[in-house]
């Protein structure tokens, strides 16, 4: 069973950065590609960004994008997101999350703060 933590949420003013990081408890981490989510308060859970297992691919939600980055680092098991220029908007539970081909996005970890304050 896979085990995903993340890592790095806390209370950031409005245009600030914060990074998260997840680690991964799975000896096949470099095979998947792994992805970035949110939930705000009274909303569904969005996609934010995703990683192709060698890194050469990603992709972001067009809110986030030139704002947000993802990367990993396969020999330490670990996915991370660079999200600077902070906004209110992006408030929310941060969660990463394991793809496994066929099934989508199947593994969740427990899940991060993040809040802006303005």
Do not use: H
Request: one cysteine or more.
């Amino acid at each position: 069973q896979v085990q995903l933590v993340e890592s790095g949420g806390g209370l950031v003013q409005a245009g600030g950065s914060l990074r998260l990081s997840c680690a991964a408890s799975t000896r096949t981490f470099s095979s998947y590609t792994m992805g970035w989510f949110r939930q705000a308060p009274g909303k569904e859970r969005e996609f934010v960004a995703e990683i192709s297992a060698s890194g050469g691919y990603v992709n972001y939600a067009d809110s986030v994008k030139g704002r947000f980055t993802i990367s990993r680092d396969n020999a330490k098991n670990a996915v991370y997101l660079q999200m600077n220029t902070l906004k209110r908007e992006d408030t929310a539970v941060y969660y990463c999350a394991k793809r496994v081909p066929g099934l989508g996005y199947t593994f969740w970890g427990q899940g991060t703060q993040v809040t802006v304050s303005s």
